[in-house]
């Protein structure tokens, strides 16, 4: 079997799973959700899923990881006691990430592009040239899917080497660069005039728009964001040292990856209602609205709204380069550990099944209109059946299994690090896992279904 990795520092682990956390989630989901879904009414809800749901959900996932050192399925299968069935779980989880990473990577790959053409100044124009760039290029039949393809060749690349030279390396660069380039767009935007009412839309909520569709928006936007229930904390904790303290982490990775995504809602929303543009144009707000946002609010001067527009699409690419990493790894690390083959071929595996999918999902945006299943174009429906059904289900098991079926000495030895760690959150974990998870993914499931 191929020699397995290990991230080589404590603030090695915090940036490669925060770049795991940290990325299109943060930066393009997000905002648009909020924008849709009341504003700071639905980052509450959101709120609230990551401290209910998602940090005993994350904490689960590296303990399985973290204690069978091994891909996610075979982790599943160990800890377990070697009960077949919980395999299965891992396999979902497998399946979710590399469905994501499909049609992540068209999105990775307009933001690749848009980048290209942001520094080439190919994005000034008015509004309407703006919204006709997007139509023309997204619905292009070949551009975007070399796009897509050219970013999972970059991932291929750190991916295929290795845990400490490539993820974690790719990550110590990456992150701090990420946020330098946030927080200066953040100041750009809210000095704008008018810059206020989009920092009230982010900070007063409207409870109105709120019904039991947004609350399985806001946890399935919460797991997505968190990487939940993909596996990929698992694989990623598989790397953790002995002495993690997994808690600790869980806590600094949420909070990270949530103030990231709020910081990312100052950035665009005081820019565009500055400009009197709409919060909740939809997906495609960054690439429709953004590029004339910004050149609008610095039409005075216009080098200030080039240089706004390119950093906050190297931005983009980065958030996704890092969460493109972590989906890959899970795979990667599935068929080299499972197939026995080297970690050159089982790169090339995930590399090749992703491209598929991704050209699929990026001819069915508008190249080709019969790319669809169950009404909705393949991109949409792969985006629609793993952030609000693949993931809450692996978290729903995921915590059942943690929570009745490990052993709870085990578990709770994983917890505390064998007892050197505080045991004093154990209890109030143990009983989120067996209860509040469980209870509330269901809950939110059956009523959005009409069941409840
Ligand atoms: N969390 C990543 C983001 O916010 C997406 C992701 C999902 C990454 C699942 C890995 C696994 O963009």
Known sequence: MAHRGNFGSKLGIILATAGSAVGLGNVWRFPFMAGHNGGAAFIIIYFGCILLLGIPGMVSEFIIGRHSQANAARAYHHISGGRKLWRMVGYLGILTATIILGFYAVVAGWCLQYLYASLLGHLNGDANYVIDY?????????????????????????????????????????????????????????????????????????????????????????????????????????????????????????????????????????????VGVEPDSGPSLIFITLPNVFQQAFASMPVVGYVVGVLFYALLVFAALTSTISMHEIGTAFFSEELHLSRTKAVWILTIICSLLAIGCSLSVGAVDKIALFGLPLLDFCDYITAQIMLPMGAFFTSLFVGWFVDQQLLHDEFTNNGTVSTRFFRIYQFAVRFVVPVCIALIFLHQFDIL
Request: charged share 10%; hydrophobic share 50%.
């Open 134 to 274: 997007f139509r023309s290029f997204s619905t292009h039949p070949l551009k975007p899917c070399l796009w897509a393809v050219a970013f999972l060749l970059i991932t291929h690349t750190v991916v295929s080497r290795g845990v400490q030279k490539g993820i974690e390396r790719a990550s110590k660069l990456l992150m701090p660069l990420l946020m330098v380039l946030l927080v200066t767009i953040v100041i750009a935007s809210c000095l704008l005039p008018g810059s206020q009412e989009g920092i009230e839309f982010l900070l007063k909520p409207d409870f109105s728009k709120v019904s039991s569709s947004v609350m399985l928006e806001a946890l399935g936007q919460a797991f997505f964001s968190l990487s939940l229930g993909t596996a990929c904390l698992c694989t990623y904790a598989s790397y953790f040292k002995r002495d993690t303290n997994l808690l600790g982490s869980a806590m600094q990775i949420a909070l990270l990856d949530t103030l990231i995504a709020i910081l990312a809602g100052l950035m665009i929303f005081p820019a565009a209602f500055s």
